[in-house]
């Protein structure tokens, strides 16, 4: 796709730091790296988000995330990574072609996991029955 910076990554027109390549993948450096080290892992196909992937890619792609997040870790030296991914805008996905993150974590780096809440009694019910209808 023309506009996306992703693309244009694939495509040599931006510069990036290109860690891993295959036939459906490349994984290059996050620009602005929550811990350094952090990777972006995306199929070379531009499809939005995780939804969009075809089956093929989608394996091609979790293999490659599986691999890049060991070497990762290896070269940082990191105790353990995150694996993230913003899908949609409400999300927080900034760059419309989907990529796994992976960050590399420490454990002084002081990051923080989202916040958790409860459900009011009956209402996880209420979701669990909505999700599996919406399955089939
Ligand atoms: P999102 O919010 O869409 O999940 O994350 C997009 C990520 O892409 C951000 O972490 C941002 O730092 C990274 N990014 C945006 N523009 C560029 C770029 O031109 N080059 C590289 N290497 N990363 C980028
Ligand atoms: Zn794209």
């Not at 023309?2 to 390549?21: R, V």
């Not at 450096?29 to 939804?51: C, F, Q, R, S, W």
């Not at 072609?97 to 009956?122: C, S, T, V």
């Amino acid at each position: 796709m023309d506009d996306c910076i992703f693309c244009k990554i694939l495509k040599g027109e931006i510069p990036s730091s290109k860690i891993y390549e295959d036939e459906f993948t490349i994984a290059f450096l996050d620009i602005m790296p929550v811990n350094k080290g952090h990777a972006l892992v995306i199929p070379k196909g531009h499809y939005e988000t995780l939804l969009d992937i075809p089956e093929k890619e989608l394996c091609a792609w979790i293999k490659t995330v599986q691999k890049v997040s060991g070497a990762v870790m290896k070269a940082t030296g990191a105790g353990g990574f995150n694996l993230g991914m913003n899908n949609f805008k409400v999300s927080g996905q900034l760059v419309p072609h989907a990529h796994m993150h992976i960050i590399p974590r420490f454990g002084d780096d002081g990051l923080k996991h989202w916040g958790q809440g409860n459900y009011e009694e009956e209402e996880m019910k209420g979701f669990e029955e909505k999700i599996k209808e919406s399955l089939k």
